[in-house]
């Protein structure tokens, strides 16, 4: 089936530790995405793809970082800068036609717990 | 700034009943609004979207308003059921067209 796999589902991390989140969809999309969400909070956007080997910050990107090597592959990484990296990350991927970006579909989701 | 806002964080109803879950918006511009709902513990799954040359759109059970002139969105739930519990999101394309901006949301509770 299509769709879009994050793992790990659950993640936990010692304070000054870098931690990767990988996301892998095979529905062809050129577009991806990295939320964040907090309790009671929307999903804040941390970085975005458009295209292999091109990426954007988006409103919360300090303290991580991106790569698109590959079209079905955007992995985040949770550096030791993020201040305060305890929350929900969700993945998502979308087609970018002409018009702009449509319907994101996500993952399940990674809970990351700093310690 | 782009922000996308909902008027109330929770709402109770009964099964049965229908359920309106409201969104105000603060880019005039914005061309694309979609809600998604999100169980406990998942990812967010789409429920209708709507561009801005529309007013309405009804899906299965689903429809959504949007009054451009107020720049309100609103998601109506028809005979409500314990399945559609869950946290509910408004979002908007941003101005580049690149990326969704997403509301804080509403905890939607439907009793039996």
């Known amino acids: 089936d299509g769709g879009i796999t994050q793992s790990p589902k659950y993640l936990f991390r010692k304070e000054g530790q870098n931690v990767t989140l990988s996301c892998e969809q095979n529905?062809?999309?050129?577009?991806m995405y990295w939320y964040r969400q907090d309790p009671g909070q929307g999903l804040r956007l941390i970085y975005y793809?458009?295209?292999?080997?091109?990426?954007q910050k988006g409103d919360i990107a300090e303290g991580y970082s991106v790569s698109r090597e590959k079209k079905e592959s955007f992995p985040l990484t949770v550096t030791s800068a993020q201040k305060n990296p305890t929350a929900f990350y969700l993945c998502?991927?979308?087609?970018?036609?002409?018009?702009?970006?449509?319907?994101?579909?996500f993952g399940e989701g990674s809970r990351l717990t700093v310690l | 700034g782009e922000s996308v806002g909902l008027h109330l964080p929770t709402l109770s109803v009964q099964e049965g009943d229908n359920s309106i879950i409201n969104c105000a918006y603060s880019?005039?511009?914005?061309?694309?609004f979609i809600w998604y709902k999100q169980e406990s513990g998942k990812g967010p799954q789409f429920i209708i979207d709507?561009?801005?040359?529309?007013d309405k759109r009804q899906g299965q059970r689903v429809t959504v308003l949007l009054n451009k002139t107020v720049k309100h969105l609103s998601l109506q739930i028809a005979a409500t059921q314990p399945g559609d519990s869950a946290v509910y999101f408004c979002?908007?394309?941003?101005?580049?067209?690149?990326?969704?901006?997403f509301g804080k949301g509403t905890t939607l509770s439907v009793s039996s």
């Open positions: 998502a991927s979308s087609i970018h036609g002409p018009g702009g970006t449509g319907e994101l579909f």
């Open positions: 529905l062809n999309h050129d577009a």
């Open positions: 793809s458009q295209i292999v080997n091109d990426f």
């Open positions: 709507i561009r801005s040359n529309m």
């Open positions: 880019n005039s511009a914005s061309d694309y």
């Open positions: 979002a908007e394309r941003n101005q580049a067209g690149t990326a969704l901006i």
